[in-house]
C-alpha cells in the first residue's frame, strides 16, 4: 500500500476548465501543486477525471477549428467604434460590420491538416526491394543531367 491519493472529486470540474482554457497536464499538475506522474495516475484510478479531461480538450480543439476555419475562409462581425464629437466633446457609440478576408496561411495549414494525401509539400518516392544500386543510380543521374554544375 502506498500512499493515499491527493485526488479529490472536485478536481474533475476543474480540470474541465483547465482544459476548455488549453492547459496541457504539466500546467494542471502545477495547478493541482502535485507532478504530470500523479495526473496520469488520477486519470488511470478515477475515470470522472479522464472524461472530464477529454471534455475540455475536445472543446478547446473544436474551438481552435472553428476559429482557424473562420479564418482560412474569411469572415465578419458586428462592431462598435466610440468617437468623441471635436466640437461639443460628446462620445458616440457607431456601430459597424468589420470585415476579415480569407488568411492564406490558414488555409494552407488547415488543407494540410485535414487533406494531407493532396496538399503535403513532400513527394515520397518509393523504391521496389528489386532495384538494383545500379538501377537507382541511373534514375538519380536521369534526373540531374542538364543541370548547372557548380565551377
Not at 474533475?12 to 501543486?33: I, R, S
Not at 468589420?98 to 509539400?121: C, G, M, S, V
Request: hydrophobic residues 35%.
Amino acid at each position: 500500500m502506498g500512499r493515499p491519493s491527493s485526488y479529490k472529486p472536485e478536481y474533475a470540474e476543474q480540470a474541465e476548465k483547465l482544459c476548455k482554457l488549453g492547459a496541457t497536464d504539466k500546467e494542471m499538475a502545477d495547478f493541482f501543486e502535485t507532478t504530470e506522474q500523479t495526473i496520469n495516475a488520477w486519470k488511470k484510478a478515477h475515470p470522472e477525471f479522464l472524461e472530464s479531461l477529454k471534455r475540455g480538450k475536445q472543446e478547446a480543439d473544436a474551438n481552435v477549428a472553428e476559429r482557424l476555419y473562420q479564418r482560412a475562409t474569411g469572415y465578419s462581425h458586428a462592431a462598435v467604434k466610440i468617437v468623441a464629437n471635436a466640437t461639443t466633446g460628446d462620445v458616440v457609440q457607431v456601430p459597424y460590420t468589420e470585415h476579415y478576408p480569407p488568411d492564406t496561411t490558414a488555409a494552407i495549414f488547415w488543407l494540410k491538416n485535414r487533406a494531407p494525401q493532396q496538399w503535403r509539400d513532400r513527394q515520397d518516392h518509393v523504391h521496389e526491394a528489386g532495384d538494383s544500386l545500379a538501377e537507382l543510380l541511373k534514375a538519380i543521374d536521369g534526373r540531374t543531367r542538364g543541370l548547372p554544375t557548380g565551377g
